[in-house]
């Protein structure tokens, strides 16, 4: 199937196009609601993702002026609490006085789009600008794992070619933006990704040729992945032929590696950016 | 930017200083959001960040361009505006400031977090909090679904707060208008009453519903320093299309807003107000001309040709019944009268006419529209299976579809049924007939009628599905083995999970889809409509599971069980919004005038269906509401007669012909039928003005007019 002329390439559909070119077909360019479950245990899995989507929340009140205590004061979870604490006690400090939260930067890229919604920027024009990625994954990842990562690719580089606006009009060098992944499940060790020129024209010819491949692969055909473990949390395994029963999220590190979607094929993170 | 060339009104909306205030208003398909969309674009090619820009719709259909725009590959980098409705403001700010207002609003646990319920959970709310009031005798003299009452209700606390009066006023405006039998008065009480509870258990329950979270982002959080700093700080610029379209609270707030904004750009539609039994108030809208600096009219219709225009002004001066009623003879090529003794038979000559206009006259199905001003089911089905059976794409757009009446969720909740005994909600041998039907790729209706009849226990609740090898060889043979198989792997599926703890109801539906539907051999598995169906009757049970979640334990029914109880009953329709296309594919829309209107995208050739039907004129008998009485136009103390009936039946009979013709290049087809769908005869006031234009055709063939 065709890429539409106004698709954007994000993180999400990046990463399921390198995880799997037929994933990718059928989640964002055919629209396939496929409500298969992708993980087990569903309601854990549940239950964990709108925690995390609360806690994203609560920084977003937090950065956005509100008091810690009155925000502190609507978590009754102990999860939530005590990612609460871990954040006031923790959180990277101090960060440059502009902050932007929630915030979403495209660019044109060849013949299509780049998008990306950031959890933080926080800026100091001319001078630097950082990227912070709440992560509330059950276990923090390896450092080589994140650096594989297409977000670890795209957030400074999409910054590089689409922050002007935020930097008095001059676009960043790479050299001023750092990312930071910081995790709830290791709060005092947050992983650092400082950018740089290198990096940056690496980056650019990585996401041209991925997306260059994903063309291609329009033209043709998007093949199946050759790692079956990918179909384990994958929601279309029946549509493939791939398997039953969907993949336990606990005992497999795969799972967190792979992906941080929910558990069902309901993609809460796309709903709540286009929610009017 | 498309490359069409803007007319100088055009290019002045566009270029405008970014220091301005302009009201634009004219006809529809003038090009005011053409004019519009450009100067969004002008406004981020000029440099300035584009999520500073606020671009407010009263509904979602209507933003369709300006996200189309800012999807654009060529769109410079850089942030991203916002497009959203009141609604979707009110809910992000609520969500954002919630710990900052939760403890002044009365609510029992500003602590925790609050629920926003959708239409469907709000409807369950109201059921749960109304039905022992309506078991006491409440409404017992109204001759209607009790489910209908129940929205009503809701309806009225919307209005209320879209309106901006107090929701413990609605009784007193109702009755005050009422001059009919004193029994009614008593329901306006009563269903005062219901709305009040309703609201208290809100508050109790931390439950938002559609009113409330306009009344709190009104009442609360808009007049809050820290959240107008807030917004006024993110939001520079406004682009506010459709006003007429939008409610008076919204107005209120752009009014107040707009000495903040750097620039602003307001588009009226003359003419329209299409929702205005939404509470959509175009007069109060015009007012906010008031408050910018410029004003421009627009006047040249891009859409409709001279012909048409002269048919709009005819139906115009009939409908409104001027006494100059004039009819032009360009006007009368803009429109054919295609009369049909039956139903059927107009149905049959419209989708004719279609596949002749599609296959002899090269007219690209996505520029035809049939529009009645209902849509129902049967209507839908006979015409979209005939434009079929002559090879025409169509679509339908309904607002909102019941999953209930899809063959796939109706197997699906069959299935449930089964699977949880201790539930006590039987499956009769023809659910299952049809659940086999659905489920077993390869299986006819004989086939899944004996294994129904044979295989079926409605009595061993525990094991209904017998074993295969049970059948007597020559009939598994007739039945054919493969079937069989497939039967025994859902026999089995079913009995393990029996035997297990039973899941939540959107889980099982999940599991069950993925495990054992949508795999190879059943009928889902390459079946994408019903995996579409399935995906939205899983996301209306898990968001009931989460709207009833903390108020579930009283009623000692688990929540998989009280869903399918209140989808039994009507309840809940299990009924999900369309989502709004952005592509829209080359085919025949088949839609209620309204739906059409609002989707705001001209064809070449309309059709009118059924132009005898009451319909295009009347209200819905809504015995506890009111649109007018509840509007902001109306006067508290005033009397509503039969003369203000008429003429609000009139005047939307005319506002909503008028917004049809302004959305037709060509040509419309008039098509009534003698005797109606439900086999009555019909002559509803837009039979008779399409009579009265004949007769000035006629006067003007004779050369009278
Ligand atoms: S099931 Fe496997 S092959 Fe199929 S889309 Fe998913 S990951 Fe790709």
Redesign the interface.
Same mark, same amino acid.
């Given at each position: 199937m065709k890429i539409?002329?106004?698709f954007?390439f994000s993180q999400n559909n990046l990463q399921d196009y390198v995880d799997c070119p037929r994933r990718f077909e059928l989640r964002y360019l055919?629209k396939?609601?496929?409500?298969?479950?992708r993980s087990e245990p569903?309601?854990a899995v549940e239950r964990h993702m709108q925690l995390g989507e609360?806690f994203h929340?609560m920084i977003?009140?937090n950065q956005?002026?509100?008091p810690a205590d009155?925000?502190g004061?609507?978590a009754?979870e102990p999860e939530l609490i005590e990612w609460w604490q871990a954040y006031l006690s923790s959180a990277p400090d101090p960060l440059p006085e502009r902050r932007l939260v929630e915030?979403?930067?495209?660019?044109?890229f060849g013949?299509?789009?780049l998008v990306a919604k950031y959890d933080l920027l926080a800026i100091t024009p001319g001078e630097r600008a950082l990227i912070v990625d709440w992560k509330t994954s059950l276990r923090k990842p390896k450092r080589q794992i994140l650096s594989s990562r297409i977000q670890t690719r795209l957030y400074p580089f999409l910054l590089t070619?689409?922050g002007?606006?935020?930097n008095n009009?001059i676009a960043f060098k790479p050299e001023q933006i750092e990312l930071i992944y910081w995790f709830t499940a290791d709060p005092r060790n947050p992983e650092h990704f400082p950018y740089s020129s290198n990096q940056y024209e690496e980056d650019r010819s990585y996401l041209q040729n991925l997306i260059a491949d994903a063309v291609n692969a329009s033209d043709t055909n998007f093949p199946l992945t050759g790692d079956e473990r990918m179909c384990r949390y994958c929601?279309f395994?029946?549509?493939c032929?791939r398997g039953?029963?969907?993949g336990e999220m606990e005992t497999d590190s795969l799972a967190e590696e792979s992906s941080e979607s929910s558990g069902?094929?309901?993609d809460f993170e796309q709903i709540s950016e286009i929610?009017? | 930017m498309e490359t069409f060339a803007y007319t100088p009104s055009q290019e002045q909306v566009i270029a405008a200083p970014l220091t301005e205030s302009m009201f634009v208003s004219g006809p529809p398909g003038c090009g005011k959001t053409s004019a519009a969309v450009g100067r969004l674009r002008q406004i981020i090619d000029q440099?300035i960040?584009a999520?500073s820009i606020l671009i407010l719709t009263p509904q979602?259909s209507l933003?369709a361009p300006y996200a189309?725009e800012t999807?654009?590959?060529?769109?410079?980098? $850089?942030?991203?505006p916002t497009?959203?409705?009141l $609604?979707?403001l009110a809910?992000?700010t609520l969500?954002? @400031?919630?710990?900052?207002i939760?403890g002044s609003s009365g609510f029992r646990r500003p602590?925790?977090?609050p629920t926003y319920l959708t239409l469907e959970t709000a409807q369950y709310y109201m059921a749960k909090v109304a039905a022992p009031l309506f078991d006491r005798g409440f409404f017992e003299q109204l001759v209607i679904d009790r489910n209908r009452l129940y929205s009503q209700i809701l309806d009225n606390l919307n209005k209320a707060a879209v309106v901006g009066f107090a929701h413990t006023d609605i009784s007193s405006r109702l009755k005050n208008a009422w001059i009919g039998k004193p029994e009614q008065l008593i329901h306006y009480e009563q269903a005062q009453e219901c709305a009040n509870l309703f609201r208290s258990y809100c508050l109790e329950n931390n439950l938002l519903d559609f009113s409330l979270q306009i009344e709190l982002f009104a009442q609360q959080l808009w007049p809050s320093h820290?959240v107008r700093q807030?917004l006024s700080n993110q939001y520079r610029h406004l682009i506010y299309d459709n006003i007429e379209e939008d409610v008076p609270v919204a107005h209120d707030m752009v009014r107040e807003w707009l000495p903040a904004f750097e620039s602003s750009l307001l588009t009226f539609d003359q003419g329209a107000g299409y929702r205005a039994f939404l509470g959509a108030d175009p007069a109060d809208a015009e007012l906010l001309c008031g408050y910018c600096d410029q004003t421009l009219e627009f006047s040249q219709s891009f859409v409709t040709q001279p012909a048409l225009q002269e048919l709009g002004s005819a139906f115009t001066s009939i409908l409104l019944s001027k006494p100059e009623k004039t009819v032009t003879p360009r006007a009368l090529t803009a429109y054919s009268f295609e009369p049909s003794r039956f139903y059927p038979e107009m149905i049959d000559w419209v989708a004719a006419e279609v596949a002749r206009l599609v296959q002899e006259e090269q007219v690209p199905p996505g520029e035809i529209a049939i529009v009645s001003p209902f849509l129902s089911d049967s209507l839908r089905h006979s015409l979209m299976h005939r434009l079929q059976g002559h090879g025409v794409l169509a679509r339908s757009h309904r607002p909102s579809r019941s999953l209930r009446d899809e063959p796939a969720a109706r197997c699906l909740l069959t299935l449930a049924r089964m699977a949880h005994p201790l539930w006590d909600l039987p499956v009769a041998t023809p659910d299952l007939r049809a659940a086999l039907l659905q489920t077993i790729s390869g299986i006819d209706l004989v086939r899944a009628d004996l294994i129904a009849s044979m295989l079926f226990s409605t009595r061993d609740k525990q094991a209904p599905l017998n074993s295969f090898d049970l059948v007597k060889p020559g009939m598994q043979e007739r039945i054919t083995f493969s079937i069989g198989e497939r039967f025994m792997r859902l026999r089995a599926w079913l009995s393990r999970y029996m035997e297990a703890e039973p899941?939540?109801l959107d889980?099982f539906?999940?599991?069950l @889809?993925?495990?054992?539907l949508?795999?190879?051999g059943y009928g889902f598995?390459?079946d994408?409509e019903a995996?579409?169906v399935?995906?939205?009757l899983?996301?209306s049970v898990?968001k009931f599971r989460r709207a009833t979640e903390v108020t579930s334990q009283a009623s000692g029914l688990s929540i998989g069980q009280e869903y399918l109880k209140m989808v039994a009953d009507g309840v809940i329709a299990a009924q999900y919004l369309q989502p709004v296309e952005e592509?829209q594919p080359d085919a025949v829309l088949v839609a209620p005038a309204y739906s059409f209107l609002m989707v705001n995208q001209p064809v070449r050739y309309q059709f009118w269906l059924d132009v005898g039907s009451q319909g295009w004129w009347e209200r819905l008998y809504q015995p506890l509401t009111h649109p007018h009485v509840l509007s902001r136009r109306w006067q508290p103390e005033k009397a509503w007669t039969d003369v203000d009936d008429f003429s609000a039946n009139q005047e939307t009979l005319q506002r909503l012909t008028g917004g049809l013709i302004a959305r037709c290049r060509e040509h419309i087809y008039l098509c009534a039928a003698r005797v109606n769908e439900r086999g009555s005869e019909e002559k509803g006031p837009l039979l008779y003005g399409v009579q009265s234009l004949l007769r000035l055709a006629r006067g003007l063939e004779a050369g009278r007019v």
């Open positions: 539409p002329a106004n954007a055919e396939l609601a496929w409500p298969a479950i569903i309601l609360r929340r977003q009140q956005s002026g509100l009155l925000i004061a609507t009754s915030h979403t930067l495209a660019a044109p013949s299509y789009r070619e689409a002007k606006s935020l009009g929601n395994r029946s549509l032929d039953e029963g969907a069902y094929d309901l929610a009017f | 440099g960040p999520e979602r933003a189309r999807s654009r590959p060529d769109l410079p980098a $850089g942030g991203l497009i959203v409705t $609604g979707g809910q992000r969500q954002l @400031f919630w710990p900052a939760a602590d925790l977090p820290l807030y899941v939540e889980v539906l999940a599991r @889809f993925g495990e054992l949508a795999q190879p598995h390459d994408y995996a579409r399935t995906a939205r899983i996301e898990q592509e």
